[in-house]
């Protein structure tokens, strides 16, 4: 063999080997990237898990669960066509009129006469409602999710209700085939807008966890496995109550420094450059003026509402409760937010008119 074709031979494996090296590679990444698994499709038999959805559905379009639908709904909307249901019909045919735009599709998005039209239409479903009542309601009641429900659903359930109610729901649905998701949320209506919400997900196995990721995931920045169905409300009861004493604290803690003479401002730069640094006081600030964006600067109109909060101290003091716990303070903010809720002044303002209520109440 002469030494140029040596050479030749030689080239030509080492191009061989360059070309197979980088087609496992290409195949590696298309197992194991998550953005792989949703968008790649080969042109075998093969799809990715998620090329059967037709339609996403989304109950609920409140303050927090209409941006969340909007999110949702701009992720998905190369892949799936959507349907909403609200008992507030303003509410749906105002997301009809936005995002019904498709002149190739006249029913992109549709409006559902009942939560069972949902389940009939979507197989994967998103529920946002205000407390565990309405989730009876949706899930069980007359024309309700369940009566269309099977093993092709997944059901995620962002309400914050009390964990029996979670546990039951995921029960009945598990009964069905279904695969049921309790995924409540944080970060209020700044974080629903702009789809950076945590996520806390209660679920019966980690792989229904990573079936309901990719859809939280468009909605949400923090998507946090927390165990198994019921945990997810677990965690966002104690934090909420966390939430309740820590804005009644800085409530109180504004309010005294600016009868004092301090301006609101400055104080709340030296608190949230200190160790009384926190959530309310550097994000949500309750004192008017203090941020531009806040709920309190806007006459504490929007945002998350006094009877809400007051809910979820219930749920957490029911929780103590039964749990033989104790929780002084959160008793305590219940009872704060419990007043405020019961008063027609406050009982549409934003939870932080705990300010409000603390300066005009002395």
């Known amino acids: 063999m002469t030494r140029h074709a040596a050479v030749s031979i ?29 968008r790649f499709k080969s042109t075998g038999t093969a799809l990715h898990r998620y090329s059967k959805v037709k ?19 701009n992720g998905f ?26 002149p190739n599709n006249k029913e992109k998005v549709k409006a559902a006469k009942s939560p069972l039209e949902v389940a009939q239409e979507a197989t994967v479903i998103v529920t946002m409602l205000p407390a565990s009542q309405h989730v009876e309601g949706v899930y069980f009641g007359k024309d309700g999710l369940l009566e269309a429900l099977g093993e092709n659903h997944i059901v995620m359930d962002a309400s914050t209700i009390d964990q029996s109610m979670a546990t039951r729901v995921a029960k009945v649905l598990h009964e069905k085939g279904t695969k049921a998701i309790d995924a409540p949320v944080s970060g209020g209506t700044g974080g629903a807008q702009a789809g950076t919400l945590t996520f806390m997900v209660g679920s019966r196995t980690n792989a229904d966890f990573e079936n309901a990721k990719p859809y939280l995931e ?15 409300q677990v965690a966002k009861i104690c934090n909420n109550m966390l939430l ?35 959530w309310s006081s550097e994000v949500y600030n309750p004192c008017p003026g203090v941020l531009e964006n806040s709920a309190a600067t806007r006459g504490y109109t ?46 549409h303002l934003d939870f932080s008119a705990a300010y409000k209520w603390l300066s005009e109440n002395e």
């Not at 957490?316 to 704060?336: D, F, I, R, Y």
Request: with cysteine; glycine share 10%; aromatic share 6%.
């Open 10 to 38: 030689y080239t030509m494996i080492r191009s061989f080997l360059a070309r197979s090296t980088q087609s496992k590679a290409l195949a590696a990444t298309r197992l194991t990237s998550p953005i792989s698994s949703l």
């Open 302 to 347: 929007g945002g998350f509402g006094i009877p809400l909060m007051a809910k979820d101290l219930r749920l957490a003091v029911n929780a103590a409760v039964e749990t033989k716990s104790t929780v002084l303070l959160g008793a305590l903010a219940q009872q704060l937010y419990n007043q405020m809720a019961a008063n027609k002044n406050y009982e």
């Open 244 to 278: 309740g004493i820590s804005m009644i604290a800085t409530s109180e803690t504004m309010n005294l420094g600016v009868r004092m003479g301090m301006d609101p401002k400055l104080l709340a730069g030296i608190l949230n450059t200190s160790s009384g640094r926190c």
């Open 55 to 73: 339609r996403i559905g989304f109950i609920g379009l409140g303050n927090m669960g209409l941006p969340m639908a909007i999110n949702l709904f």
């Open 77 to 102: 909307k190369h892949e799936a066509d959507f349907i909403v249901y609200d008992i507030n019909q303003k509410t749906t045919s105002n997301f009809l009129r936005d995002h019904n735009t498709d």
């Open 218 to 232: 468009k909605m949400g920045k923090n998507i946090v496995y927390c165990g198994t169905n019921g945990n997810g």
